[in-house]
Structure formats: structure tokens, C-alpha cells
């Protein structure tokens, strides 16, 4: 059973960083694609960045974060981690880490954490 546990939200001012860290259990963090992903009330949710499994390679991000927010995994730890730098007010959101049994980030996600709450606010 894949499961997530996330963590790493909380209250920061603008320009400010914080780093999100998701473990699952139940698989390891480099099989597979994983992603995060946002959504505040009354919007859809909104893809922010993916890793693509270790074995295609390569990283995606939202035009929003690009230069800001930095995805990556840790295997030896089996975690994965978002970086986010320079926040912004409308950075605000619930963010949630997703996988797929697929290698690449196109396309739907199957497996979701539980969501970590991020507040930008002076």
C-alpha cells in the first residue's frame, strides 16, 4: 500500500523559503515520477514541479516557481523534497506530493499525500 507522509509547510514571510519533504512508504522515491502539486480553496489544483523516475531523468516546473522552487530526492533516505525560495504571497496553498506506477510526469497521478499547509503572509 502507498502511502505519504509529508511535512515541512508553515507560516514564512514573503521572500522567505521553506523546504517540503515527503516520504512514502511502499515504494522507493526514484522508481517512479513524483510530483507536487498546490490548491487553494475555490481553484484547481495546480501542478507546481516533478521528478521523472531515475531512470528517464530530468525535472518540470510551473512557469510560477521556475528560477524559485527546486525539486529533488534524496535515495539514500528515500524522500523527496521541495525546495522553495524567494515565496510569494500567492505561493499560498495546500501542497500535496503525488506518484504513478509511470516513469514519466505527463499524465495523471494515482497516489496522494495528505497535503501540507504553506502560508506566505507578513
Known amino acids: 500500500q502507498i502511502q505519504f507522509v509529508e511535512s515541512g509547510g508553515g507560516l514564512v514571510q514573503p521572500g522567505g523559503s521553506l523546504r517540503l519533504a515527503c516520504a512514502p512508504s511502499?515504494?522507493?522515491?526514484?522508481?517512479?515520477?513524483m510530483g507536487w502539486f498546490r490548491q487553494t480553496p475555490g481553484k484547481e489544483r495546480e501542478g507546481v514541479a516533478c521528478?521523472?523516475?531515475?531512470?528517464?531523468?530530468?525535472?518540470y516546473y510551473a512557469e510560477t516557481v521556475k528560477g524559485r522552487f527546486n525539486i529533488s530526492r534524496d535515495n539514500a533516505k528515500n524522500i523527496m523534497y521541495l525546495q522553495m525560495n524567494n515565496l510569494k504571497p500567492e505561493d499560498t496553498a495546500v501542497y500535496y506530493c503525488?506518484?504513478?506506477?509511470?516513469?514519466?510526469?505527463?499524465?495523471?497521478?494515482?497516489?496522494w499525500g495528505q497535503g501540507t499547509q504553506v502560508t506566505v503572509s507578513s
Open positions: 521528478i521523472a523516475s531515475s531512470s528517464i531523468g530530468g525535472t
Open positions: 511502499g515504494f522507493t522515491v526514484d522508481r517512479y515520477a
Open positions: 503525488a506518484t504513478k506506477p509511470y516513469y514519466y510526469c505527463a499524465g495523471e497521478y494515482d497516489y
